[in-house]
């Protein structure tokens, strides 16, 4: 295979190969790799577990100057440093003896999918890429032609810190108008699905089509589509994967006038503390063929150990999507009815399921709202807000407006509902009674969202927030529905509710110039 047009001059080049292959060389070349007793192929990712945002840059070309959201999230490159960077990559990719060059394609709808080319060194991320790109047929793959866009991944390597730009020494480069992305010092494998998914970010609303941090699925009948929007471990992968319905995508979506297409063709699902119990889909989608991210495993019965977070909390497997029994293919769906935003709230304020009115979908839509809990030093833990401009800021390329815009367009058109959802702390503050709400209970929440069981429910509305509260969910304890009276004392709740209102609105603050007045009313009421 030629890839001079890429500066790549490596003869051995391992175009597409089968898994086995992938195994077979991980095993011989790539220390730190496994065979899991389920099948899976455990892999290392390096020093860097989880993907590196301050790292990444997006180059500023004339053409895309005026169209990017220039700021923390696409910090700018200049085209120069952009080709050192490149050459670099290249020239440390040209010393190796073998590479693996992946094609396929992102985006399950032919009219708008875009042919991608990995270039890469590891085994690994040959087979990460093989699972997370719409596999091409041997047909597809032999009129493949020219790809529309090259990752090269040259993560073994770093970045020079010297480098004008270069904050560290990985550096996670995007060029659209050359069509190139380039990976230096970073192994984490999401960099690259990421990295396709910034490219279709920019892309699809130039078509007047919407991309999407979300996952889908679709109920027994067709018009049954769901979305579900959601920061990192807020559940989008788990309850996406759902027996009673067919897994569209867990992750990256884009909303065309035909419906809804998954961008990938594979899924990539936490690990932390799974069981067969509890997630069985994604369990049993870990066999041959799976890449296991820094997983830990017992030397003798090679059995994996999911609660074991000795390298990383964030322990991965990445799968075909086929491997899910009940996807469906083409990943592909019609309109959505329903659109939940998923979102993880340490403050335990945020009740297990609201009603959204449109304008308050957009105002939440527009906030991205999450928490986490940071420990201090004294075992003292303190929730800590994240505000992440439509659940994903980290790969908008336009401004937040632009994609807030045009959701708001396709629910109205298309009469999608909108429902939050805590999937976090509830009953109390954390480590104050408070605790994260059952799967089972936010299962059973989203099925009574799917069969429309609360379309007609009895609601109070919140006094804060002002959406409304359903007071009854089937087979949901109605004592959990309502935060303020599942917290053992009010006051320090509402003071709580106080306080996360008040966050909302601090953050919001930057948004308000671009929005009209009934969204930035539909935000929480707080005392001054
Ligand atoms: P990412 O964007 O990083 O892929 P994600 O939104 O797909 O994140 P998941 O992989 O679904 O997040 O992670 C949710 C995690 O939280 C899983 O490990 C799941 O088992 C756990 N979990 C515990 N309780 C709940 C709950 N009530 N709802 C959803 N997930 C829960
Ligand atoms: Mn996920």
């Not at 340490?346 to 939440?364: I, N, R, T």
């Not at 603050?509 to 929005?515: C, I, M, Q, V």
């Amino acid at each position: 295979m030629d890839l001079s047009k890429h500066k790549i001059s490596v003869e051995n080049i391992i175009r597409n190969p089968a898994p086995a292959k992938f195994y077979e060389d991980a095993i011989k070349f790539d220390p730190g790799s496994a065979v899991a007793d389920s099948g899976a192929l455990v892999v290392r990712s390096g020093k860097r577990t989880g993907r590196s945002p301050a790292d990444k840059r997006v180059v500023k070309t004339s053409g895309v100057e005026k169209e990017v959201w220039w700021g923390n999230v696409n910090i700018a490159l200049d085209e120069h440093t952009f080709s050192i960077n490149h050459q670099r990559a290249t020239d440390y990719l040209n010393t190796r003896e073998r590479l693996y060059v992946i094609d396929g394609f992102a985006g399950w709808d032919p009219n708008y999918r875009l042919k991608v080319r990995i270039i890469a060194e590891r085994p690994y991320h040959g087979l990460f890429m093989h699972n997370m790109l719409i596999r091409p047929t041997a047909e597809e793959l032999e009129n493949f032609g020219e790809p529309d866009f090259v990752v090269y991944n040259a993560g073994k390597f770093p970045a020079n810190r010297f480098t004008e730009g270069m904050t560290s020494d990985a550096s996670v480069d995007v060029n659209f108008e050359k069509g190139e992305m380039v990976i230096l010092g970073t192994e984490y494998a999401g960099e690259m699905k990421k990295g396709i998914f910034t490219v279709m970010h920019y892309l699809m609303p130039k078509k007047d089509v919407l991309s999407m941090h979300c996952s889908a699925n679709e109920g027994e009948k067709p018009e049954d589509v769901a979305l579900f929007f959601g920061l990192s471990g807020t559940g989008k992968t788990t309850l996406s994967a759902d027996k009673s319905r067919k897994l569209i995508g867990d992750d990256e979506h884009c909303w065309s006038e035909d419906g809804v297409f998954n961008i990938e063709g594979g899924c990539y699902a936490k690990t932390i503390n799974l069981s067969e119990e509890k997630e069985p889909e994604i369990y049993n989608a870990i066999k041959f063929g799976t890449v296991l991210e820094n997983v830990g495993y017992d030397a003798n019965t090679r059995k994996v150990d999911y609660d074991d977070v000795s390298i990383t909390q964030n322990t991965r497997a990445s799968y075909p999507i086929d491997f899910i029994s009940n996807s469906k293919i083409p990943c592909t769906a019609g309109h959505p009815k329903n659109i939940i935003f998923l979102t993880y709230d340490a403050f335990g304020v945020l009740p297990p399921v609201s009603k959204l009115s449109p304008e308050q979908a957009m105002y939440h839509f527009i906030s991205g709202y999450t928490a986490k809990v940071a420990g201090t030093e004294m075992g003292v833990t303190e929730p800590e807000a994240t505000f992440s401009a439509c659940f994903g800021a980290a790969f908008l390329v336009w401004p937040p407006s632009k994609y807030a815009e045009m959701l708001a367009e396709k629910m109205r058109t298309h009469n999608a509902k909108a429902w939050l959802v805590n999937t976090g702390i509830t009953g109390g503050a954390y480590g104050k009674g408070g605790e994260r709400i059952n799967l089972k209970n936010t299962r059973a929440i989203i099925n009574a969202i799917h069969e429309g069981k609360l379309d007609d429910a009895d609601t109070v509305q919140d006094e804060v927030f002002g959406f409304r509260i359903p007071t009854n969910c089937p087979e949901v304890p109605s004592e959990i529905l309502q935060p303020r009276n599942s917290w053992s004392n009010a006051d320090e709740y509402d003071a709580q509710a106080q306080k996360l209102g008040k966050l909302f609105r601090k953050n919001f603050d930057k948004y308000k110039a671009e929005s009209s007045d009934e969204i930035i009313n539909a935000g929480p009421k707080v005392s001054d």
